[in-house]
């Protein structure tokens, strides 16, 4: 059984020339994914790019010590993922970087290497024990402006 890595790479091409690009975050599929329809099934759609998300921040370790919440999702599903033993690639990148505030943006490719989904998630940097959000400390700043881009 082959179990996920932990890999994340940057790929030189993306949405804006002057910045690394987007990370390209490889993600398996679990059967239990595809629902009767024969392609995974929109619920598991967020969890992939959730891991992605996940993988991405903790790459590098700008997120430690980090908090941030989702404040907003948007998915556009351009034809079904099917099920395959090759993992997905999910090309990952920030943009609208703002005081408190950004969002990613994910392309989920099949194993054809065409584009399933595009997403965008609206993430705000929130300290659980206070319950407010705050201001986006330097080192994380810098993580995410190396990845921005154009907004999806």
């Known amino acids: 059984m082959k179990l996920d890595s932990p890999k994340v790479t940057t790929q030189h ?3 804006t020339e002057n910045r690394t690009g987007p990370a390209s975050v490889e993600i398996s599929l679990r059967w239990g994914d595809v629902d009767s329809y024969g392609h995974v099934n929109n619920c ?13 921040l903790m790459s590098t370790g700008a997120f430690d010590g980090e908090t941030a919440v989702v404040a907003a999702h948007e ?6 993922l099917e099920y395959s033993l090759d993992p997905v690639s999910v090309e990952v990148w920030t943009s609208n970087i703002r005081r408190s505030s950004f969002e990613f943006n994910f392309r989920i490719l099949d194993d054809l290497k065409q584009v399933s989904v595009k997403a965008v998630s609206r993430m705000v940097m929130f300290d659980l024990t206070k319950q407010e959000s705050y201001l986006i400390r330097p080192p994380l700043r810098k993580h995410l402006d190396d990845f921005c881009g154009d907004r999806l």
Do not use: K, N, Q, T
Request: no cysteine; hydrophobic share 40%; charged share 30%.
């Open 44 to 56: 598991e759609i967020v969890r992939i790019i959730e891991e992605a998300r996940m993988r991405w």
């Open 13 to 15: 091409s993306g949405p």
């Open 75 to 80: 998915i556009g599903y351009l034809r079904p």
